[in-house]
């Protein structure tokens, strides 16, 4: 007999919300399991921060529902503020103030939870925690801002771009952070258009755009969708691109500016097939490389975009 299914720790119905000249949710239907890491990915502009804003309590939906912890914001919204922890996409936090007394303001709200002095330790700002806010690197403030997070021991952590303008060294460092609060066995909704931060961090991804669920899986389901273990991408002088598609293991070709991109299957019969073609057709080779799919190609297959256009 199968285990059974983890409960939910959220859930959205039919979730909308416009503005005046966009519509941001476009019936979002989306469910997150206790105990996981689920990432929401797209571009500026997918809908990523609306929804997360809706389900923190902070923006309204015009209309749907969402259900958090087996609660409602409107029946049970001092529970929830009690039970969840929130990274905003931009926390602006008092620089007057030290790390030490800005845990003690945060940790004031909350009626359980660890000490500030043991968030501190955890986020690993002990040598900071006399120095004002204003003082502190990116990285380290964006540590601050998970600290203010947790210090309520929260049952769901929502983090909103956690990592973004971070040198990679502090975004590393903010990955351990994220993972070890997972294996203690709570939940994590994050937003993220960094594509190697959702395939290291997230059990499933819901990938967005127009504020619609596109794709919906792990991230090695989503890369396995494409049929194609490999990408080439490749820049020639006079090519005759339709002629591209018959190349032995070609499963998909698609012209990007200035170059010209094959899904395939077999990377050791298609980059010679497709040398042999390009002499065929006397176009000069000016530019190659070859890499493994990735969520970004699954994202650009299904738009013809990339996640990170504007």
């Given at each position: 007999?199968?285990?059974?299914?983890?409960?939910?720790?959220?859930?959205?119905?039919?979730?909308?919300?416009?503005?005046?000249?966009?519509?941001?949710?476009?019936?979002?239907?989306?469910?997150?399991?206790?105990?996981?890491?689920?990432?929401?990915?797209?571009?500026?502009?997918?809908?990523?921060?609306?929804?997360?804003?809706?389900?923190?309590?902070?923006?309204?939906?015009?209309?749907?529902?969402?259900?958090?912890?087996?609660?409602?914001?409107?029946?049970?919204?001092?529970?929830?503020?009690?039970?969840?922890?929130?990274?905003?996409?931009?926390?602006?936090?008092?620089?007057?103030?030290?790390?030490?007394?800005?845990?003690?303001?945060?940790?004031?709200?909350?009626?359980?939870?660890?000490?500030?002095?043991?968030?501190?330790?955890?986020?690993?700002?002990?040598?900071?925690?006399?120095?004002?806010?204003?003082?502190?690197?990116?990285?380290?403030?964006?540590?601050?801002?998970?600290?203010?997070?947790?210090?309520?021991?929260?049952?769901?952590?929502?983090?909103?771009?956690?990592?973004?303008?971070?040198?990679?060294?502090?975004?590393?460092?903010?990955?351990?952070?994220?993972?070890?609060?997972?294996?203690?066995?709570?939940?994590?909704?994050?937003?993220?258009?960094?594509?190697?931060?959702?395939?290291?961090?997230?059990?499933?991804?819901?990938?967005?755009?127009?504020?619609?669920?596109?794709?919906?899986?792990?991230?090695?389901?989503?890369v396995a969708s494409l049929g194609a273990e490999h990408l080439v991408e490749f820049?020639?002088?006079?090519?005759?691109?339709p002629s591209l598609q018959a190349i032995p293991g070609v499963?998909?070709?698609?012209?990007?500016?200035?170059?010209?991109?094959?899904?395939?299957?077999?990377?050791?019969?298609?980059?010679?097939?497709?040398?042999?073609?390009?002499?065929?057709?006397?176009?000069?080779?000016?530019?190659?490389?070859?890499?493994?799919?990735?969520?970004?190609?699954?994202?650009?297959?299904?738009?013809?975009?990339?996640?990170?256009?504007?």
């Open positions: 007999m199968s285990a059974a299914a983890p409960p939910l720790a959220l859930r959205l119905r039919d979730l909308r919300k416009s503005y005046k000249d966009v519509t941001a949710v476009d019936g979002l239907n989306l469910e997150v399991r206790s105990g996981e890491c689920f990432g929401l990915l797209g571009p500026n502009g997918a809908g990523k921060t609306t929804t997360i804003e809706i389900c923190e309590g902070l923006t309204a939906p015009d209309s749907g529902e969402i259900e958090i912890l087996g609660l409602t914001w409107r029946a049970g919204a001092g529970l929830l503020r009690q039970r969840l922890g929130i990274q905003l996409q931009e926390t602006q936090l008092s620089e007057k103030l030290t790390v030490l007394e800005t845990l003690q303001l945060f940790r004031s709200f909350y009626s359980q939870g660890p000490s500030p002095a043991e968030t501190i330790a955890l986020v690993q700002l002990e040598e900071k925690r006399n120095s004002r806010v204003g003082q502190l690197s990116g990285g380290q403030k964006q540590r601050l801002a998970l600290a203010c997070s947790l210090v309520g021991d929260p049952a769901l952590l929502f983090l909103d771009e956690p990592t973004t303008g971070l040198d990679p060294q502090a975004r590393r460092q903010l990955w351990d952070l994220i993972e070890r609060f997972q294996r203690s066995g709570r939940t994590i909704v994050l937003t993220t258009h960094y594509m190697d931060e959702a395939e290291r961090l997230c059990d499933r991804v819901a990938i967005m755009d127009h504020g619609k669920v596109i794709a919906l899986g792990t991230p090695r389901e989503l820049s020639a002088a006079g090519v005759d691109v499963l998909r070709v698609r012209v990007d500016k200035a170059s010209v991109s094959l899904q395939v299957a077999e990377l050791h019969q298609a980059v010679p097939a497709l040398l042999a073609e390009l002499d065929r057709q006397r176009a000069p080779l000016t530019e190659l490389r070859t890499h493994s799919a990735t969520l970004e190609d699954v994202f650009v297959t299904l738009t013809g975009r990339h996640l990170r256009d504007e």
